[in-house]
Each structure stands twice: as structure tokens, then as C-alpha cells.
């Protein structure tokens, strides 16, 4: 039963970003640039995610590919982030972050964790900058009191997705390189069970914050 | 052993993003309550504000509709009834009228006439005080302490710094009404011996310092109370100059009243101190 589930849930993670890109690529002229960023990123996640399929299928590593989605999810999320805090952080801030991050990730796949390897690291850090700008974010809405109703709100759902998916992912990323032997392959099993199930949820806030303007 | 280590990376793992989550599902929660809270709180204050700015229109439109009636009463008293009188005098007049009794009756006339624009002048003055617009704020405020101190039982202290002229005349007239109203307000109720007002100008801010040594109030009780009598108006003539007050008050005490009024034009004040009254 639980072999089921668990194989339901990787079988739908692979499509997840589905319904959220096609809402993104269908609305795409009517959104703001914030909901463009987003919708650039799906397409982005969901291009990486095909070219790892066929890697997979042909038995070839496909780990390199993270490294490089690694830098562009953090880039694309803190390009978001920016025009969240525009009037409230200097965007110039959100580059540094971003330009100091691309230099470590840099560094980190050429001399730490080369591209046969999880980035951890990079996985880590990344998503430590993603928690902070979610609370921020949240810091910002109560500091504003402009939206009377947040769940109406995309960018409530969007920051809502980042928020738990990188909260709920710190551990497995940073933890993912400890279990990498024969023996752990059950429990790396269950883990990224666990990632995609995350995922799902990261997606699904995503297409329904991307809903919420097509009802705008 | 090797299953035993792999069950407690498991267990840390699976601690560890639970408690992850728990921590990022109690910063969602947060932020929902307080959002919800601030927003209910945010509508009680601006439901606050409308009401009292309902109240202020209240009593712009009352104060209104009373200076309408004071007008009107004006005109029917003192000018309907030259007119009248001028009519029945000189309908008196006619040919068969000898000539000492048409002399009268012109002279009847031109007094009539005469106390007519007296009248007229009265009523004006009420309406916009007389020198306001050629002499200046300060020229009306004086000659509205020297009518408030012609009955001999109030003595009025004016000082001011001379720079007023970069008030705009709206605001000017404001700020007559105001102390018009408050010298009212002492005369009326607080039983007073002395007034004491100061017009101090800085290049950002006129203050206007008002005190009498009256026999003051209770503050929430007495503003409560007086809203009718002027102190709305006072309120709602603060308010069209984007002033801050404080009214500080207290039974035997006296009344005293701060006004900070910004004034908007850019050149520096002139503080050339003079005075009047006392």
C-alpha cells in the first residue's frame, strides 16, 4: 500500500509543474513581470525536468543538470523576490545576493561537488536565502496592511509554495550526499519520495496563485 | 548495525523536516492571524476616521446653515426694516405735503439710509471682518481684541511675530475664526479676566498659544459638551488647516489652546515682534 502511494506520488510529481506552466504560458501577456518570472521559471523546471527523464532513460547522469538549475531557480526566485520588495529593499541587494551565490555555487561545482554529484551545498544555501525572502515577504505584507484577504493575493500562494517546499527541503538537500551508498538506496528511496511530494505541493500552490490572476 | 544507522539518518531526517515544516506552517499561521488582526483593527480605526470626519462635514454644514439664518435675520431686522420704514416715510410724501413736512420726511429718509449701511457695514463685517483683506490677519485680530476688551471687564493680550504674509488668505481667515470662536467660547463660558494670544511664526509653522484664566472644565466632559458651542467649528477649521492642536484644560485652571499650523510657502518668516492690547 505504501509502495503504492509512494509510486503514485513520484509518478505525479514528474507532471506537477504541468497545470502551473500551461497556466503561466496561457496568461503570460496579462501578467506582471513577477508572474512572468515565475512562469519563465516553469518552463525552466519543466525543460530540466524532460532533459533529465531522457538521461535517465539512456542511464546517463543527469545530476549535472541540477547544478545548473540550482543557480537559475535561485537567480529566477530572487529576480521574483526583487519586485517583491521593490520600494522596500533595493534591488541591487536581491543581484549581490544572487551574483555572490552563482560565484559559490560556481566554486562549489568545480572544487566540492562536481556535476556527478547532488550540490548539496549549493541546494542548502539556496534554499536558506529562498526561507529568508519568504519570511521577509511576510514581514513586508503585515508591515504594508494592504491586502485585506492574503489568500486572494498569488503572490500569498507563490511565497506560501517557496516557503514550504524549501523549508521541508533544507534537510534532504543538505543531508542528500551522507546517504549516497548501496545501502542507503531504500532510504534515499523514501527521501526523495518525500522531496517530490514537496514538490507537488510547491506546484500546486503555484498554479493556484497563478489562478488567482486569471480571475483578476 | 548498518540497518540502525540508516533508521536514525531516516529518523533525523524525517524530525528534522517536520520540524521544518512545523516551523514554516507556524510562520504561515502567524501571518494569517495577524494579517487578519491588523486589518480588523486598520477598519475599526478608518471607520473611526469617517465618523468624525462625518462629523466635522455635520458641523461645516451647520455651521453653515447658522451663519445662513444669521444673515438672513440680519437682513429681515436691520435692512428689511429701513426699507419698510424708508417705503412708509416716503410714501407719506405728495403733492398736497407742505414743504416742512417733505424736509422731515427726506431728513427721516437720509437717516434711514445712513443706519441702512451701517447696517450693511455690520452685516459684512460679520461675514468677512472689516480690514481683512487691506490690513491683514493681524489688524483683524486686533480689532477683534479691542471689541472684546470694549466692555472693560476682559483684558486681551495679543503678541505676534510680523511675517504672516506668506499665509494664504483662506488660512488667514481660518485662523480669525478660530480666535474669534475661542475669545467667544471665554466670554461665554469660562467667566474670564484675561486672554492671553501669541501668533508665533517659524519659517514651517505658525503656532498660535491661546489662555485664559477662566474657570476652565472638565477636558472630555467640557469638549463633549461644548462640541455644539463652537468647538467643532474650531475642530473642523483645524482640520482645513492641516493643523495639530493640544487643548489642555482643567476645572479652575483655566483653558489653554495650542494650534500648530504649517505653512506651506517656502520663504523664511520675518520675526519682527510686535503687540497690542493688555
Known amino acids: ?216 | 548495525m548498518e540497518m540502525a544507522k540508516e533508521v536514525d539518518i531516516f529518523f533525523f531526517l524525517f524530525a528534522g523536516t517536520l520540524g521544518m515544516i512545523t516551523l514554516a506552517g507556524g510562520v504561515i499561521a502567524f501571518f494569517m492571524v495577524y494579517q487578519r488582526r491588523l486589518m480588523r483593527k486598520q477598519g475599526e480605526l478608518h471607520e473611526m476616521e469617517m465618523k468624525h470626519k462625518e462629523e466635522l462635514l455635520y458641523s461645516n454644514i451647520e455651521m453653515l446653515e447658522n451663519e445662513r439664518k444669521r444673515i438672513a435675520k440680519d437682513l429681515h431686522d436691520d435692512i428689511g426694516h429701513v426699507f419698510s420704514t424708508l417705503s412708509w416715510r416716503l410714501r407719506q410724501l405728495d403733492a398736497n405735503s407742505g414743504k416742512e413736512e417733505i424736509a422731515t420726511i427726506l431728513k427721516d429718509a437720509q437717516d434711514l439710509i445712513s443706519t441702512g449701511v451701517h447696517s450693511v457695514k455690520t452685516i459684512t463685517h460679520d461675514m468677512v471682518p472689516y480690514g481683512f483683506e487691506i490690513f491683514g490677519l493681524i489688524t483683524a485680530i486686533q480689532n477683534l481684541c479691542d471689541r472684546a476688551m470694549a466692555s472693560g471687564v476682559l483684558d486681551i493680550n495679543f503678541e505676534y511675530t510680523d511675517s504672516m504674509s506668506s499665509l494664504s488668505d483662506d488660512a488667514c481667515l481660518n485662523i480669525y475664526r478660530i480666535i474669534q470662536e475661542l475669545i467667544s467660547n471665554t466670554i461665554k463660558y469660562a467667566a474670564a479676566s484675561r486672554i492671553d494670544i501669541q501668533l508665533a511664526a517659524t519659517p514651517n509653522v505658525l503656532v498660535l498659544n491661546y489662555n485664559d484664566n477662566g474657570k476652565g472644565f472638565i477636558t472630555e466632559e467640557g469638549i463633549k459638551k461644548r462640541k455644539g458651542y463652537g468647538l467643532s467649528n474650531i475642530e473642523s477649521r483645524i482640520h482645513m488647516l492641516g493643523a495639530r492642536h493640544t487643548y489642555t484644560t482643567a476645572p479652575g485652571k483655566g483653558v489653554q489652546v495650542e494650534i500648530i499650523i504649517p505653512i506651506k510657502d517656502e520663504h523664511g518668516a520675518n520675526n519682527h515682534t510686535g503687540s497690542s492690547g493688555g
Not at chain 1, 531557480?73 to 519586485?83: A, D, K, R, T, V
Not at chain 1, 561545482?109 to 556527478?116: E, I, K
Not at chain 1, 517557496?162 to 534532504?172: D, K, R, V
Open chain 1, 1 to 216: 500500500m505504501f509502495h503504492y502511494l509512494k509510486q503514485i506520488v513520484f509518478e505525479v510529481a514528474s507532471y506537477a509543474v504541468g497545470p502551473p506552466l500551461l497556466l503561466g504560458i496561457w496568461q503570460f501577456k496579462k501578467l506582471p513581470a513577477a508572474g512572468r518570472l515565475i512562469s519563465i521559471h516553469l518552463l525552466f523546471a519543466g525543460l530540466t525536468a524532460l532533459i533529465a527523464e531522457l538521461l535517465w532513460y539512456y542511464r546517463t547522469n543527469n545530476l549535472f543538470l541540477l547544478h545548473i538549475y540550482t543557480v537559475e531557480e535561485c537567480g529566477m526566485i530572487l529576480w521574483f523576490y526583487s519586485h517583491m520588495f521593490r520600494g522596500f529593499i533595493n534591488q541591487k541587494v536581491f543581484l549581490y545576493i544572487f551574483l555572490s551565490f552563482f560565484v559559490f555555487a560556481v566554486i562549489n561545482s568545480v572544487f566540492f561537488q562536481s556535476l556527478t554529484q547532488n550540490n548539496t551545498y549549493s541546494r542548502g544555501i539556496e534554499a536558506t536565502i529562498i526561507i529568508l525572502c519568504a519570511i521577509g515577504f511576510f514581514y513586508k505584507m503585515l508591515s504594508e496592511t494592504k491586502i485585506e484577504k492574503p489568500e486572494q493575493s498569488p503572490y500569498f500562494w507563490f511565497n506560501t509554495g517557496f516557503l514550504i517546499y524549501f523549508s521541508a527541503s533544507l534537510l534532504l538537500f543538505t543531508l542528500s550526499n551522507y546517504i549516497r551508498g548501496v545501502q542507503y538506496k531504500q532510504l534515499r528511496h523514501d527521501i526523495w519520495t518525500l522531496h517530490a511530494f514537496f514538490s507537488i505541493v510547491l506546484y500546486t500552490f503555484i498554479a493556484i496563485g497563478l489562478w488567482k490572476w486569471r480571475k483578476r
